[in-house]
């Protein structure tokens, strides 16, 4: 079966960091595009960073450049999004997803195959 595990949210306060992690089973994601997407309550899905299979290619959002940082870990099939400078505007929840076409990234939901079932961010004091 194939599955998409994300992890590491919860609440933390302005100015904090945390570090999301997107795990695979049942394939490989060394094959495809990874994006990570957030949606905030009564706002549409938004992506917000994309890395392809070279791993050393990546895409930002203009609302995380700078602060957010994607990368697949070694030999483990898990892509990571270390979130630092956390701002209240940044709470939502978010997904992983994975992009057959390795070599293309998007933000758009529609070109993602397999999906994760997504983790809450909470930025507050």
């Known amino acids: 079966q194939l599955q998409l595990v994300e992890s590491g949210g919860g609440l933390v306060q302005p100015g904090g960091s945390l570090r999301l992690s997107c795990a695979a089973s049942g394939f490989s994601l060394d094959n495809y595009a990874i994006g990570w997407f957030r949606q905030a309550p009564g706002k549409e899905r938004e992506g917000i960073s994309c890395i392809r299979t070279s791993g050393d290619s990546t895409d930002y959002a203009d609302s995380v450049k700078g602060r957010f940082t994607i990368s697949r870990g070694n030999a483990n099939n898990t892509v990571y999004l270390q979130m630092n400078s956390l701002k209240p505007e940044d709470t939502a929840v978010y997904y992983c997803?994975?992009?057959?076409?390795?070599?293309?990234?998007?933000?758009?939901?529609?070109?993602?195959?397999?999906w994760g079932q997504g983790t809450q961010v909470t930025v507050s004091s």
């Open positions: 997803a994975a992009k057959r076409n390795g070599y293309v990234c998007s933000a758009y939901v529609l070109n993602y195959n397999y």
